[in-house]
């Protein structure tokens, strides 16, 4: 069974949806709405191959939709084609460097309509090949750089992946509950539980002497391991200097930079408080935490989840957002079936 590629309309005119249906059905399947704002609502539920949008609507017009579908992580790549009656070349400019990827003008025939739609879909579609190669690769130079964390850092097995895994739970449970929806809904989640995986990248430049030693450290020695916060971010700008990543890779790096402050301003390495602390930070603080307590150490035994449950709880507002805690108290059950 051929599954139809989906095509989002969105146009102030009935008749013109409807004449874009006439045109585009039977060989996509074609979605269409009265306004951005109703384009807005229809994407938090699925995303299409391509949106078809008109200029001028009124309450938000189509520069203002296609501006914002470009603020999206979620959306940014999905490609715009304005349906316009406007032809001047001054729209033209100012849509192609917003990021649209054509224009037709209206009145439209429907073949050529067809057409224009299907060269730009065949496009797309390379291009979603391309990026996909490029997300494996991607994936590929993160695990090579997790393991290579984790090989060195004996003491903590399997902390990178389970981590990465407390970071969705938590982050679908924040968005359960409507905290920093706003925020998180703009992020692609799949790339930001991928990212998590590189928080503690900077122990690569931690002594092995310190990293691995078997009991407490000193107070010298945990300082050496507080750059590790410092040396992340050093090493993750690096990244996206040689390779002009940045939406990846910004998150990683507040993972990386962010993951030791403290709710009460008693971390490391910035000393932030409360909400100054980057909502990547107060996530990863709950998780790292969490794994830390249930996992062996060679300073300590494993406690059991219900322990981890209740030091996090009782260090609410002060060593962890108060908010996130809450979230990860009434997500235990998903987070003790992680193994």
Request: glycine letters at 6%; hydrophobic letters at 45%.
């Amino acid at each position: 069974m051929t599954i139809l590629k989906v095509i989002f309309t969105v146009d102030d005119s009935s008749l013109n949806l409807m004449m874009v249906e006439e045109a585009l059905e039977p060989h996509f399947t074609v979605m269409t709405m009265l306004s951005g704002h109703k384009l807005f609502l229809l994407l938090k539920k699925m995303i299409p191959d391509l949106i078809l949008l008109d200029i001028e609507m009124p309450d938000m017009d189509g520069f203002e939709v296609l501006r914002q579908l470009k603020a999206h992580e979620r959306y940014a790549e999905i490609p715009v084609v304005f349906l316009t009656a406007w032809s001047d070349a001054a729209t033209e400019v100012k849509g192609f460097e917003m990021g649209a990827a054509d224009f037709i003008h209206k009145p439209f025939s429907a073949p050529v309509l067809l057409k224009r739609v299907k060269s730009h879909l065949h496009v797309d579609t390379l291009i979603r090949e391309r990026t996909c190669q490029l997300e494996r690769l991607r994936n590929g130079i993160i695990s090579v750089l997790a393991d290579m964390v984790e090989s060195r850092d004996v003491t903590t097995g399997g902390h990178i992946e389970r981590t990465a895994t407390y970071i969705r739970i938590l982050i679908d449970a924040l968005l359960e509950c409507g905290l920093h929806a706003d925020e998180i809904n703009a992020w692609d989640l799949e790339t930001v539980a991928a990212s998590a995986r590189l928080h503690d990248v900077g122990k690569i430049a931690v002594s092995d002497l310190v990293l691995n030693k078997p009991g407490r450290l000193t107070a010298e020695e945990f300082e050496k391991v507080k750059v590790h916060t410092t040396e992340g971010e050093r090493i993750i700008d690096q990244m996206v200097h040689q390779t002009g990543e940045e939406s990846f890779l910004n998150h990683a790096r507040l993972f990386a930079g962010y993951h030791h402050e403290r709710w009460d301003g008693a971390g490391y390495p910035y000393r932030l408080k409360g909400g100054d602390i980057p909502l990547h930070g107060r996530i990863m603080a709950v998780a790292d935490a969490y794994d830390a307590i249930i996992s062996e150490r060679p300073y300590k035994p494993a406690f059991p989840p219900e322990e981890a449950e209740r030091i996090i709880m009782a260090d609410a507002g002060k060593h962890f957002d108060p908010d996130i805690a809450g979230v990860f108290f009434a997500a235990r059950e998903k987070f003790r079936a992680v193994m």
